[in-house]
């Protein structure tokens, strides 16, 4: 695994831990801003959006996640997914 930020680990840690959606969002993308390496916020924020049927910003996320990450996998299918959704066929 690669090095990962302190400040950023902190922070999607708390994101994880956050009673309000709005503090989870805050504490992710901030961790996501801070090591962009650092795919899991990444893919969190990817999938908050999916689970909202907001296809247009789980793909936004979605195609941050690094390939490395183990999730990759599961991004692609669910960027596929989004795209479908929003018509955008040549993606």
Same mark, same amino acid.
């Given at each position: 695994?690669? &090095?990962v930020?302190?400040?950023? +680990? @902190?922070?999607?840690?708390?994101?994880?831990? &956050? @009673?309000? *959606? *709005?503090?989870?969002?805050?504490?992710?993308?901030?961790?996501?801003?801070?090591?962009?390496?650092?795919?899991?916020?990444v893919?969190?924020?990817?999938l908050?959006? !999916?689970?909202?049927?907001?296809h247009?910003?789980?793909?936004t !996320? +979605?195609?941050? +996640?690094?390939? @490395?990450h183990?999730?990759?996998? *599961? &991004?692609?299918?669910?960027?596929?997914?989004?795209?479908?959704?929003?018509?955008?066929?040549?993606?």
């Amino acid at each position: 695994h690669p &090095a990962v930020r302190l400040d950023a +680990l @902190e922070n999607y840690v708390r994101g994880l831990m &956050a @009673e309000s *959606e *709005e503090a989870r969002h805050r504490l992710l993308t901030q961790a996501a801003r801070l090591d962009e390496s650092f795919g899991a916020p990444v893919f969190q924020l990817g999938l908050h959006y !999916w689970q909202l049927d907001n296809h247009r910003q789980a793909a936004t !996320w +979605l195609r941050r +996640l690094p390939r @490395e990450h183990s999730q990759f996998r *599961e &991004a692609q299918f669910m960027l596929g997914v989004c795209d479908l959704r929003l018509g955008d066929y040549a993606e």
